[in-house]
C-alpha cells in the first residue's frame, strides 16, 4: 500500500489498452465505490450513481456502442467495429460516474456537478490506492444519446467519467504538471 502523500504526488493516468487484469476483486469493487461516494455533497443530495462494467458486461455494453456508432459512420469497417465493441473491454474493469445534478431549490446545480466530479477523482484514488492504475475517461459515447438509453441513463443524468482500472502494464514515465508560481497566488 503507497503511503498516502506518495500516492497523492504520484498519481498520473494509464491508458486503458494498458491496464491488465486481474480485476479487482468483489470486496475491492465494493471498496472503491465507497471511497467514491465519501465526498462533499452540499445538501446531502447524493447528485451522482455508479455503473459497474466487468466480465462480459463490458462487451454486451460495447455493443450499444457500436451501434451508434455505425449508425454514424454506416461505411465504417470490421476493425473499426470491433475497436468500438471493445471500447469498455480494454480495461479488466471499467466504472461509470453518473452525474444526477438537477435544479433545485437552494443548491445549485454546479455544485451537484462538482460533487460528481470530486466523487469520480476518489474513485480514481480509491483504485491506485489499492495497487491498481486507473483512467478518467470520456470519449464521444459519453455524449451519445443512444449509448446513455442503452446504459440506463434518464434525461437529466450525464456520465461524468469511466474510470478504467487494471494493473498498469505502462512505461514509468510521466507528463509535465503546472508549475505552482502559475496557477497559485496568494491574496493581498
Ligand atoms: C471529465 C474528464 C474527461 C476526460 N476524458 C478523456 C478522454 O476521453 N480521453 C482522454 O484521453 N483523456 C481524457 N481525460 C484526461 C485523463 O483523465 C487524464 O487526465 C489525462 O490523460 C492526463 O493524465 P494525468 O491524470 O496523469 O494527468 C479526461 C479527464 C476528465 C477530468
Not at 443524468?157 to 469511466?162: D, K, V
Request: proline share 7%; charged share 20%.
Amino acid at each position: 500500500m503507497p503511503d498516502a502523500l506518495d500516492l497523492l504526488k504520484t498519481r498520473r493516468s494509464v491508458k486503458p489498452i494498458e491496464l491488465d487484469g486481474p480485476a479487482p476483486s468483489p470486496a475491492e469493487v465494493e471498496t472503491i465505490l465507497t471511497i467514491a461516494s465519501r465526498v462533499p455533497d452540499h445538501g446531502k443530495l447524493v447528485p451522482w450513481r455508479f455503473i459497474v462494467f466487468e466480465g462480459e458486461a463490458r462487451v454486451a455494453a460495447g455493443e450499444a456502442i457500436v451501434a451508434a456508432f455505425r449508425s454514424k459512420y454506416p461505411q465504417a469497417n470490421e476493425e473499426q467495429a470491433a475497436f468500438e465493441r471493445g471500447r469498455l473491454a480494454r480495461a479488466p474493469l471499467v466504472i461509470a460516474v453518473v452525474s444526477r445534478a438537477a435544479p433545485h431549490v437552494k443548491i445549485p446545480e454546479w455544485e451537484q456537478v462538482l460533487s460528481a466530479g470530486a466523487a469520480a477523482m476518489n474513485l480514481v484514488l480509491a483504485a491506485h490506492a489499492l495497487g491498481y492504475a486507473a483512467s478518467w475517461q470520456t470519449e464521444w459515447y459519453a455524449y451519445d444519446r443512444g449509448v446513455l438509453d442503452a446504459l440506463g441513463l434518464s434525461a437529466n443524468e450525464r456520465i461524468a467519467g469511466f474510470v478504467h482500472i487494471g494493473y498498469s502494464r505502462a512505461p514509468a514515465t510521466d507528463r509535465p504538471r503546472p508549475a505552482l508560481a502559475e496557477i497559485a497566488t496568494r491574496f493581498g
